[in-house]
């Protein structure tokens, strides 16, 4: 029965943490939504910052599986739209680490090493994606300028929630907040595409967006 409690605790402890914001959430918030003295809460987790700590391992575990470049074989377009796809709804999946990133991470120096190894993990990934596309011909680009935009994917990516967010985008609008933001970070690669890739990618953006 514990095993099955804490991952209770640790479900409805994210959904108030999406809905409501991490800092606006207490242990004794979780416990009357739970039904369960704030003892027993305690009984499994430390503190609320020990349920946060599991609830990023979860996180850290479904990106790293994500953030995977084609193997044996160069990348396409539909490689990057299907891997932004998978990250943007683990983004949503887990989205007060993104919307109450700062802060969590500047008081807590285990999830922000670990946070910076996912930024840098993602950074790496994209690196090597873009390196296959201009491999495969698809696209056109230097050195510098492949690194240059696998940060800028990666910067767009990490706080597209923020930024839509205080722009007006309703919390909870969901997939097609976040098709809009994975359409934002493919037009950062098109200026590099081949003239048939980039029309290839605008086919692809407007069935995406539909």
Known sequence: MAPKTRERILDISLAMFNER????????????????????????????????????ARYEEKIDRVMV????????????????????ETMWEFRFVYRDLVDITSRNRKLRMHFARILKRATENATE??????????????????????????????????????????????????AQGIFQLMMLIAPFLRDEERLHLNTLANNYRK
């Open 69 to 88: 470049a084609p193997d044996e074989r160069l990348p396409n377009l539909e490689d990057i739209w299907l891997q932004l796809h998978l990250a943007f």
């Open 129 to 178: 994606v873009l390196k296959g596309l201009v491999a495969a011909g698809i696209m056109r680009a230097s050195r510098a300028e492949i690194e240059a935009t696998a940060s800028n994917v990666v910067l767009v990516a990490t706080f597209w929630l923020s930024y839509n967010t205080v722009r007006g985008g309703a919390l909870e609008k969901g997939s097609e907040d976040l």
């Open 21 to 56: 914001g991490e800092p606006n959430v207490t242990t004794n918030h979780i416990a009357d939504e739970l039904e369960i003295s704030p003892g027993n809460l305690y009984y499994h987790f430390r503190n609320k910052e020990d349920i946060v700590e599991n609830l990023f």
